[in-house]
T-cell receptor
Framework: NAGVMQNPRHLVRRRGQEARLRCSPM?????VYWYRQLPEEGLKFMVY????????ESGMPKERFSAEFPKEGPSILRIQQVVRGDSAAYFC?????????????FGPGTRLLVL | AQSVTQPDIHITVSEGASLELRCNYS??????LFWYVQSPGQGLQLLLK??????LVQGIKGFEAEFKRSQSSFNLRKPSVHWSDAAEYFC???????????FGTGTRLQVFP
């Protein structure tokens, strides 16, 4: 059973470009969470999705950021018109039911560098 | 609002020594508490979690943690540290009825031979 997969592992973008980060949850998991880790900081919750639904986006910046988890395919975190402050590690986690008692399994992360 | 404090940013221990990493949380009711470990360039791996019951929780890799309600703490311990334990350790709290984890800022553990 493969773990949570994220790609790309490293992404370099120039200011103003778009970044697309992909996350494939563990098999059988239909709940996906995105977290952002800024340098020297802990992880900060961004968004929680189920298939085709955004459940909680309270941690998402109001502009330029969007997330989706379609019926088929991976979850996508999209950052439009990236700025240097978007440079961070973005982690995806998945769980089978979304209950907090269920372990959230984390992927290896995508490290975004904005030049 | 829930919050997690990890007072120690960086800890250095000798291999074979005992370890205690501190974690304090702020939450009105009984929280769900977690410890994760992150090796360099990797994602997070769950070490252990506490929801209810026995306040001393055993985890993987020889780690344990004790929930102390009176001190709002959930400190992580290991009796004898191995060089492979060098990593960043994150404490996290979740609340019933919510769907997200709140993470502390992490403690970086360095192990000397």
């Amino acid at each position: 059973n493969a773990g949570v997969m994220q790609n790309p592992r490293h992404l370099v973008r120039r200011r103003g470009q778009e970044a697309r980060l992909r996350c494939s949850p563990m098999k059988g998991h239909s709940h996906v969470y995105w977290y952002r880790q800024l340098p020297e900081e802990g992880l900060k919750f961004m968004v929680y999705l189920q298939k085709e639904n955004i459940i909680d986006e309270s941690g998402m910046p109001k502009e330029r950021f969007s997330a989706e988890f379609p019926k088929e395919g991976p979850s996508i975190l999209r950052i439009q018109q990236v700025v240097r402050g978007d440079s961070a590690a973005y982690f995806c986690a998945s769980s089978p039911t979304g209950a907090l008692q269920e372990t959230q399994y984390f992927g290896p992360g995508t490290r975004l560098l904005v030049l | 609002a829930q919050s997690v404090t990890q007072p120690d940013i960086h800890i250095t221990v000798s291999e074979g020594a005992s370890l205690e990493l501190r974690c304090n949380y702020s939450y009105g009711a009984t929280p769900y508490l977690f410890w994760y470990v992150q090796s360099p360039g990797q994602g997070l791996q769950l070490l252990l979690k506490y929801f209810s019951g026995d306040t001393l929780v055993q985890g993987i890799k020889g780690f344990e943690a004790e929930f102390k309600r009176s001190q709002s703490s959930f400190n992580l311990r290991k009796p004898s540290v191995h060089w492979s334990d060098a990593a960043e350790y994150f404490c996290a709290v979740g609340a019933q009825g919510t769907d997200k984890l709140i993470f502390g800022t992490g403690t970086r553990l360095q192990v000397f031979p």
